[in-house]
């Protein structure tokens, strides 16, 4: 594939054909990839919190602009691939694009799968794939544009910050390149932030909105901060589900770092299938990914056990970014009423404010998330269609989809759990 005359395109079939600072100066760029922070998290959010990068030359400005996202990294990424979860066998195989400047220099990336199914992306197209196929197309293969088994809204088309809006655009034109010369139906970018989103529209792409819950820490000192925050009858609701979550001896239990040990893994993991069984038939995830991210990430990975008697009887995993706390993955082997909400979130409110990191995600979906005090956010996503009357049939349908999309999201946001505003006289 070929960009200009002084930069050209690759596509690579996985990432042991980049090199991992290459890869991460254009994810993470001023987060030095081969310098740990530490047996836990703290050294990674004291840098944060300093409002300085952990090389300390980057001014908190700067930083605001590029926030570390833990999922576009080459350790997240690389694990997925390496222990099987995301692989040619799985449905993913991997068609990353690297955009090589002058000499050869990696100056942009984009995480790309050639998918054969439409699964473990949280952005549904089941229903277009089942109408081209009804009107005698191939809708798969497809090329997605995403972080695998990972509803959370980050950066994809993933530049050095010389390279600038310039490169972005050649990604995005080289994603449209790749899906002609590979004869695929259509390319997905999802969970997208708003300048990649914009890149894209303007390449041709499809707009898509949806909605997930997240919560916004405008800088409470404390969860008992954040609850006076909320009307009154909510207040004492959360109160009343936090005391009863933890009775009977329940205990909760933070680790992150070298805490996260093997046995910690293996009861987890054990939580993750029984869940994942439950609701998708087959977990996404091997339990050789989480010992991989463990060895690489656990500095920047909080697992939150609720422990019985010692023993963990549930569990949840969450990753954290320098401006975000992510919650992933939850289960349990008890049932014990709303230790589910403690677990996942609660304890990463409470997490998140000790930490002053500004947001908390909790992953896709989930309306019972309103009431613990997460808004309702908007979430972009965009597609390219190859054939031109189905383009105008889901341009059609999204055009609807936005408009509902947006009346829903009105709604919600006044059902919110906070105080009402006094009107200013």
């Not at 930083?63 to 995301?86: C, I, M, Q, R, W």
């Not at 697992?303 to 401006?323: M, Q, T, W, Y």
């Not at 939850?330 to 500004?358: K, S």
């Not at 956010?377 to 965009?382: F, G, K, N, Q």
């Amino acid at each position: 594939m070929s960009a200009s005359d002084d930069a050209r395109l690759k596509v690579l079939a996985s990432l042991d054909d980049v090199e991992r600072a290459d890869w991460d100066a254009c994810a993470n760029p001023g987060w030095d990839s081969d310098r740990p922070f530490g047996d836990d998290a703290s050294a990674f959010l004291k840098a944060i919190n300093a409002d300085a990068q952990p090389d300390g030359e980057t001014s908190h400005a700067s930083h605001e602009k590029t926030p570390y996202n833990p999922f576009v990294s080459y350790d997240f990424l690389s694990a997925l691939e390496k222990s099987g979860s995301a692989t040619a066998r799985t449905g993913w195989q991997a068609r990353h694009i690297v955009l090589e400047g002058p000499g050869g220099s990696t100056s942009g990336v984009v995480p790309c799968y050639q998918k054969a199914h439409s699964q473990g992306e949280y952005v549904f197209d089941q229903g277009w794939a089942d109408a081209y196929e009804r009107a005698g197309g191939s809708y798969y293969p497809k090329l997605q544009v995403s972080v695998p088994f990972t509803p959370a809204t980050g950066p994809r088309l993933l530049v050095r910050p010389e390279a600038g809006f310039e490169a972005r655009s050649t990604l995005a034109a080289g994603l449209v390149a790749l899906t002609r010369q590979l004869g695929l139906s259509s390319v997905h970018a999802t969970f997208l932030q708003d300048v990649d989103a914009e890149i894209l529209e303007a390449a041709g792409f499809l707009a898509r909105n949806d909605q997930q819950f997240h919560f916004e820490n405008p800088g409470y000192r404390d969860f008992d901060d954040f609850l006076d925050a909320l009307a009154s009858r909510k207040r004492k609701t959360i109160r009343r589900e936090r005391r009863e979550a933890l009775e009977g001896g329940i205990e909760v239990e933070l680790l992150t770092g070298k805490d996260i040990t093997e046995s910690a893994w293996d009861a987890f993991f054990a939580f993750y299938m029984d869940t994942g069984s439950r609701k998708w038939g087959r977990p996404y995830l091997n339990r050789r990914f989480f010992s991989m991210v463990g060895e690489t990430m656990a500095d920047r990975i909080l697992l939150v056990f609720a422990k019985r008697g010692g023993r963990p009887i549930a569990g949840a995993l969450n990753f954290i970014g320098s401006d975000a706390l992510y919650g992933r993955y939850w289960g349990a082997t008890e049932e014990v009423p709303f230790l589910h909400f403690e677990i996942c979130y609660h304890q990463a409110v409470d997490w998140g404010i000790a930490h002053r990191l500004p947001r908390i995600e909790a992953g896709a979906q989930g309306e019972h998330k309103l009431a613990r005090g997460y808004k309702p956010i908007v979430t972009r996503s965009a597609h390219w269609i190859a054939d031109k009357g189905f383009r105008r049939a889901v341009a059609d349908y999204l055009e609807r989809e936005r408009e509902a999309v947006a009346a829903e999201h009105e709604i919600l946001d006044e059902h919110t759990p906070f105080k009402a505003e006094t009107p200013s006289e």
